[in-house]
């Protein structure tokens, strides 16, 4: 199944914690559509780092450190899926 919208939009979308990937979303795609699901969730991550947050805004810290774990928590699940699948990306 092709990737249904902009994946960069994907990528957003699993930062703020609307949409999440686990093995069975992943069976879905194919191992170039993966590729570029890897590829805008760096882009997205690299993004989000560069966003400056003053020191003694505590939510916005938070919100920043929740994007960035859920990116992350995408990234290794999307790599191990790969490596269990053999998929090269």
Do not use: H, W
Request: charge should be positive.
């Amino acid at each position: 199944m092709a990737i249904s919208g902009n994946p960069k939009k994907l990528a957003r979308d699993i930062a703020d914690g609307f949409q999440s990937l686990s093995p069975p979303v992943l069976k879905k795609y194919s191992p170039p559509d993966l590729k570029v699901i890897l590829t805008n969730i760096t882009i997205v991550k690299r993004e989000v780092r560069q966003i400056q947050t003053p020191i003694d805004d505590q939510q916005l810290i938070k919100a920043k450190n929740m994007q960035i774990s859920r990116l992350n928590q995408a990234e290794m699940v999307l790599r191990s899926y790969c490596k269990k699948m053999r998929i090269q990306i």
